[in-house]
């Protein structure tokens, strides 16, 4: 298609497949699952959407620009050619990151810093001035990629991290990442069919981003801002068409998520995290323990959470793990419950066989998502035949 061009995302481990399944039905095409990575095509509109909408997604890049570069001359040589002001003004403020795998040059910084020399320079050439850096809030972020001998510059649309989501003002001790979050839940099945429970809940992410998976509304819609919106061809028309057209297919709930934690801060940070997301009338938070819990719903319950790992607090894992599995054994029948843990020893004392074992990372550590499908009744009642 005409206006088509090429675009990489950024996503976590094993969240690929995810990814390029939320590529496609949002309207990618040539949709490519890499490392950590998947790209394809669309055009700009696509990319106002696949910023807005996208749940398992880091970030977006635009490549501007490839070439083969063999000594520090080329680069900057090559980083020089590329017209800048054709992309952003010289009083926005830009960044340089470089991500690299090569034995030409072994100090991503010193890239950073010689593309960064050409790109001023280039500037002073075409206008006889030069724009600012700011590492750390740039309004216009530009990405170096190379791979031995091969360098892709891209265009970095989203600025911040996609996790920054814009609704999470309070968080806990250990809190897990939003787009971690979200591919969780999806990796577990949920779909806004059936009632939900954290019971774990922390500082409320599960919860936020599972009724927005729910509802079908799309999970940057709280953010105020991305990078895509200092570069010259922005479009605030089309953008804000974007924005509209995918709130208007966010859809009705209609089952209950619930959310406990037994910290008094924990309840007031998941309620204030849930109130600026606007998503008050879906989610229902209390106090409670819930090794002293029952099943609080009827039918089916998909129950999503992250219990600690003994990383950052401190608990007796045995009897903590232990606890879990006895609590949904005794009180939580027709219940699929799915935990994440990075504490892989731990899982031992659960005393429960899991159904499903994924592996996955929280920030550095390398968990498993595990699941126990909790049945009305005895497993051997469930297949049996009339």
């Keep these: 298609m005409a206006g088509n061009f090429k675009m990489l995302a950024k996503t976590l481990y094993g969240f690929e497949p995810l990814l390029a399944k939320e590529l496609r039905n949002l309207g990618a095409s040539n949709v490519k699952e890499g490392v950590r990575n998947v790209t394809f095509e669309g055009d700009t509109g696509f990319l106002y959407k696949a910023n807005l909408c996208l749940r398992t997604a880091l970030k977006i890049f635009k490549p501007i620009h490839s070439f083969k570069v063999f000594n520090e001359k080329q680069l900057y040589r090559k980083i020089f050619e590329i017209n800048w002001p054709e992309y952003f003004d010289v009083d926005t403020t830009f960044a340089i990151d470089t991500t690299m795998n090569s034995e030409v040059f072994k100090n991503s910084m010193f890239v950073s810093l010689k593309a960064k020399d050409a790109l001023v320079d280039r500037f002073r050439q075409e206008v006889r001035k030069r724009p600012n850096v700011d590492s750390h809030n740039a309004q216009v ?136 997301a606007n998503l008050s009338e879906y989610i229902a938070i209390e106090r409670k323990d819930f090794f002293k819990t029952e099943k609080p719903v009827e039918g089916k319950l998909h129950m999503v959470f992250n219990p600690p790992y003994g990383e950052r607090l401190n608990i007796d894992m045995e009897s903590f793990y232990g606890k879990i599995g006895d609590t949904l054994k005794q009180n939580y029948p027709g219940t699929d419950a799915w935990f994440i843990t990075s504490n892989l020893e731990a899982l031992k004392y659960v005393g429960l066989r899991p159904s499903r074992k994924i592996k996955t990372f929280n920030g550095k550590l390398e968990s498993r998502l595990v699941r126990y499908e909790m049945y009305e009744g005895s497993k051997k009642e469930k297949y049996k035949i009339p």
């Excluded at 779909?191 to 992410?205: A, E, K, N, V, Y």
Aim: glycine content about 6%; overall charge negative; some cysteine.
């Design 141 to 276: 972020r530009i990405n170096i990629h190379l791979h031995e001998n091969d360098c892709t510059v891209s265009l970095d649309s989203s600025g911040n991290s996609m996790h920054q989501r814009g609704y999470r003002i309070a968080t806990n001790i250990a809190p897990i990442n939003e787009v971690l979050a979200a591919g969780l839940l999806l990796l577990s099945g949920w779909d806004g069919r059936t009632d939900f429970l954290d019971p774990m809940c922390g500082s409320g992410t599960f919860l936020v981003e599972a009724a927005m998976i729910a509802c079908n509304i799309p999970p940057n819609i709280n953010r105020e801002h991305y990078a895509f919106q200092h570069w010259l061809d922005y479009d605030e028309t089309l953008h804000q068409k974007i924005v509209a057209a995918s709130l208007n297919k966010a859809r009705d709930f209609h089952h209950k998520i619930i959310g406990w934690d037994k910290a008094p801060s924990a309840v007031r940070k998941a309620q204030e995290n849930i109130d600026n």
